[in-house]
């Protein structure tokens, strides 16, 4: 028994609605349609990974970079998985099921470079001894090079995952119902949505690169989790600091709004306007990138709540204790202290999103 890594697979009907309205806006009918054209080589970009057609009118192919198609777009997204690709089954090792897995080797540059000619490179994994005996029978016909298994499945999250629940997934199909497919595509599969997800997570990994080589170079063993952790808890201080950029200008706003009121408390009226969108904002960011693992199976309502009293918490309590603390005790400038807190107030502020407003949810079995 043979199987392929699987990211899953998407809606027919989607990919349906999608060939019809291109035939729609050309007034053509699509003869050849291809996936994941290669012509220009082969990379995990989305630059080449695009699609290909051609139409009865015209005989010329047509090929896009992946973000620049909508239907390649809301798939890199996971919109519109079939549902038991979201939990899917066969996501384990040891493999019960099959004696050999074959895949794209995504990262065969981090491994060995010499195994990329740009034409496409396969992983092979072996199970057992028929998996070795099926492999052993073809060798003389592959170029084979046996490598760590822990880095060839690196880039191949699909292996042993399944793709995120899009929070999106369901409000996507009743409004494919309600509104159609046009007005659909232009919300939910847009390019500057997969752009974003790839920047974030191209830093992700160039963060875990920096922190892995600081790890390696005094002697710490950087594990999967440490990595995550440490990766988690700076993509938390980035959105921190957006969050307070975002509180500044929200404060500001506001008191400009109420200037010719002359209302007496506008200050608080800010403080509270500017804590309650920030944390919305923060939530978001949050809830969707730094701690997106397990989003799906998280009340919305109660994590936002719990949001909320993690920021009153380090934002209110911790940093008045704090501020008393330099101010009072130490005897530092009112001035200096915000700024002494940060480095106490961010790692606690971490620490409870991650272990309590974001924890994941365990699994019954
Ligand atoms: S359920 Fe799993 S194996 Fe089946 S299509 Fe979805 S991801 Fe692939």
Redesign the pocket.
Known sequence: MCEFI????PSPSVFRAYIDNINKKNNSLITKFKFRCKDHGWNQSGLQLGVEYETNQNKHKRIFPAFMDEYMCGFLEDIFL?P??YD?K?KRIPKKTCDITIADFWGIDSVDKRFNDGKGTSLVLVHGEHGQQLLDAVQGRLYLHEVDYHKAIRKNPPLLK?AKLSEERRAFFSELRSKGYSKVSKKYMNTHKWLFSTAWRILGNIIEKIVFTALALIGIKATEKKLTTIRQFIQFCIVGVSNALVSYVINIITLTLQRPLGFRYDYMVANVTAFVLSVLWSYHWNNRYVFAEGADKRSRKKTLLKAYATYAFSGIVLNNALSTLWIRVIGFSKYLAPLLNIPFSMPVNFLISKFWTYREKREIK
């Open positions: 699987c990211h899953g697979v079939r038991s690709c899917c066969f399944s």
